[in-house]
Each structure stands twice: as C-alpha cells, then as structure tokens.
C-alpha cells in the first residue's frame, strides 16, 4: 500500500502525468521524508523542467493550500535549493509551479553567494535533504548591468564587486563594454552564474564532496523573462 502511494506520488511528482487531472484537482500532497529519499537529482531536474514548461505555458498547477499548510506545519523535505537573484519578475516557485514545502531558496541581487547563501546551501543539502543546488540568473539584470557600467553606491558597491570577475571575463574576450550591448549583458549573465557554482565547489567542501558522491547535482540555468522559460547549462 505504501509503495502504491509512493509511486502515485512520485508521478505526480515528476511531471504530473496527467495534465488533464491537475487543472481539474488541486494538489495537496506536500513531499514526504520518503519521496524525498525516493528521489534522484537528476529526476529532480527533469521535474522542475517539465514543472517550467508548464508554467511557461500557462498551465500551473490547482493547488490547495490548506490542505498543504496542515501537512507541512511540522516537517519539510525540499527536492533542491535554488540560488535566484532579488528580481521581482523572478517569482522562484511560480516559473517552477511549485508550492509549500517543495524547494528551499535563496535570493540576492545577483545571485552571488558569500558564507551566509553558502551555509544556507550546506543546511538545505546536508542536513534537510535536498539532492539538487540550482544557480539562476536571469535576463535583464539590474545587477549584472550595474555591475557592468561601474555602478558605486552604498552597500550596493560591495555587492557588485562579487560580480566584477564576471565582467572582467567577458571583457577579456568582447569588446564594447556597456550594459547597452545585449550580446554583452548575456554573455556575463552566463558567465556570472558558472563562476557562482565554482564558487559554491570552491568554497563549500561540503557540496564539493556531495557532488563527487553523486549524491547532489549542482547546476546553472538563465530564466528569461521575455517567455518564461528557464535554459539549464548542462
Ligand atoms: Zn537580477
């Protein structure tokens, strides 16, 4: 009976293999210690690509929240910790129709990471479970082009200067340096997000060594913001 229910939701899961059956009933399973367990990274992915394409379609999942809220006030077993930055047209859990209790994320303007985002990432995978660490940038920025034009103010000078290799990459290999230049702008987009998960294996011993064990998946990927859709680098 308990596998029965572990396979039913390992489907819904997965790509909730009934397109049909998920606009017409909400969804009010939450993921379990065992789902989580069940679950490989790169099923994880498939999942959240599937869970993209859908949103970038217009065809989210029905979800019932209450129902969630009472199943999830006491545990959470997240498939994965997303790095997102702060852009307020990057709404996490929508673009991966997903609800309470699915991922863990964490967002700062330019999806950098520092001590804190790393910790984050190490509780999310070595101690809550997660097998999947995703960086996500985005299209158009603020931060990659702030960073691109020299922007200095505040604490934001700081911030930036996280990004600044990024730069320095893509101007070593591309002329016309301006965040007018859109070939530019995405060329350390990308950049900025490979450097950030070299970052994350550089200076998290503990995802390092998760990831030579297989036992999480560590990836980039831009959403952009003109279709919805995220492009994963693999
Ligand atoms: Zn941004």
Do not use: W
Not at 86 to 95: F, G, Q, T, W, Y
Not at 156 to 162: A, C, D, F, P, V
Not at 198 to 226: A, H, T
């Amino acid at each position: 009976m308990k596998t029965i229910y572990l396979l039913t939701v390992l489907c819904l899961f997965f790509v909730s293999c009934n397109e049909k059956k998920t606009e017409e009933e909400a969804r009010t399973y939450v993921i379990t210690e065992e789902l989580q367990a069940a679950l490989t990274p790169k099923q994880i992915l498939d999942s959240l690509k599937v869970r993209n394409d859908r949103f970038s379609k217009g065809k989210m999942t029905r979800v019932d929240y209450t129902s969630q809220i009472v199943k999830s006030e006491n545990s959470q077993y997240p498939a994965a910790v997303i790095l997102s930055c702060l852009d307020s047209r990057v709404p996490v859990e929508s673009i991966f129709d997903l609800s309470i209790g699915d991922v863990f994320v964490a967002r700062v303007a330019g999806n950098i990471v520092n001590p804190d985002i790393l910790g984050s990432m190490e509780y999310g995978c070595k101690v809550s479970g997660s097998k999947l660490v995703i960086v996500l940038g985005h299209s158009q920025c603020g931060a990659v082009k702030s960073a691109i034009d020299s922007v200095k103010l505040g604490n934001i000078t700081e911030l930036l200067s996280k990004i600044e290799p990024a730069v320095d990459s893509v101007s070593a290999k591309m002329e016309n340096r301006s965040s007018k230049n859109k070939e530019f702008v995405k060329k350390v987009t990308d950049e900025n997000v490979l450097l950030t998960i070299d970052n994350i294996r550089k200076n998290s011993p503990i995802l390092k060594e998760m990831e030579e064990k297989d036992e999480i998946k560590i990836v980039g990927g831009v959403y952009e913001l003109d279709n919805g859709k995220v492009h994963f680098f693999e």
